[in-house]
Each structure stands twice: as structure tokens, then as C-alpha cells.
């Protein structure tokens, strides 16, 4: 079955960087788009960023220019570098495809 499993959040001060991880399976990895979401407490799922299969890629404007998406078709994963943290990138952040969502991954930026 089709399984995305998230990891490297954490507790990070303003300033820092995570770098973010989904393994991915159960499909055939290199032929489905992947995408990053995020939740934060009390509003609404939103998108971060994707990264077609053409390499074409997509960033919200509040990461724009601090986040980077990548992934590893050799590795079934996909990454998402997040440098520059704010208090505001504070949420749980998911990987999507195929129909499917990891569990989540918490961030905290805080001091």
C-alpha cells in the first residue's frame, strides 16, 4: 500500500534551519509530482510547495526564497530544506502524493 512517512522536524530558535523528509512507497516514486503542505494551530491546511516530474517547481510566497524542494528518485524521498525560519513557518508539514498523506511532521520555531 501506499505509504509516505515524514521526518526532521523539531524545535528550532528564529534564524535556523530543518531540513524535512518523506520516504515515500508503495508507488512508483519518480512518476508522481510530490507536494508539501502545512498546518498551523487553528487555521487551515495550505500548501508550501511541489515538485513536478518535469523538475518544475512551486513556493508559496510566505517561503519563497527560504525554502527548497528536491527529491531523490534514487531514495523514494523528498526533501524540503527550510533555512531562515520564523515563528510563523510553526506548524505541523505534510507530504502528498498519489492520493495519499504522511502523518505529519511537528516545527516549532521558537526562542
Given at each position: 500500500q501506499v505509504q509516505l512517512v515524514e521526518s526532521g522536524g523539531g524545535l528550532v530558535q528564529p534564524g535556523g534551519s530543518l531540513r524535512l523528509s518523506c520516504r515515500a512507497?508503495?508507488?512508483t516514486f519518480s512518476s508522481y509530482d510530490m507536494?508539501?503542505?502545512r498546518q498551523a494551530p487553528g487555521k487551515e491546511r495550505e500548501l508550501v510547495?511541489?515538485?513536478l516530474t518535469s523538475g518544475i517547481t512551486y513556493y508559496?510566497?510566505?517561503v519563497k526564497g527560504r525554502?527548497?524542494?528536491s527529491r531523490d528518485n534514487a531514495k523514494n524521498t523528498v526533501?524540503?530544506?527550510?533555512n531562515s525560519l520564523k515563528?510563523?513557518?510553526t506548524a505541523v508539514y505534510y507530504c502528498t502524493s498519489h492520493g495519499?498523506?504522511?502523518?505529519?511532521t511537528q516545527v516549532t520555531v521558537s526562542s
Amino acid at each position: 500500500q501506499v505509504q509516505l512517512v515524514e521526518s526532521g522536524g523539531g524545535l528550532v530558535q528564529p534564524g535556523g534551519s530543518l531540513r524535512l523528509s518523506c520516504r515515500a512507497s508503495g508507488f512508483t516514486f519518480s512518476s508522481y509530482d510530490m507536494h508539501w503542505y502545512r498546518q498551523a494551530p487553528g487555521k487551515e491546511r495550505e500548501l508550501v510547495a511541489y515538485r513536478l516530474t518535469s523538475g518544475i517547481t512551486y513556493y508559496a510566497d510566505s517561503v519563497k526564497g527560504r525554502f527548497t524542494i528536491s527529491r531523490d528518485n534514487a531514495k523514494n524521498t523528498v526533501y524540503l530544506q527550510m533555512n531562515s525560519l520564523k515563528a510563523e513557518d510553526t506548524a505541523v508539514y505534510y507530504c502528498t502524493s498519489h492520493g495519499s498523506w504522511g502523518q505529519g511532521t511537528q516545527v516549532t520555531v521558537s526562542s
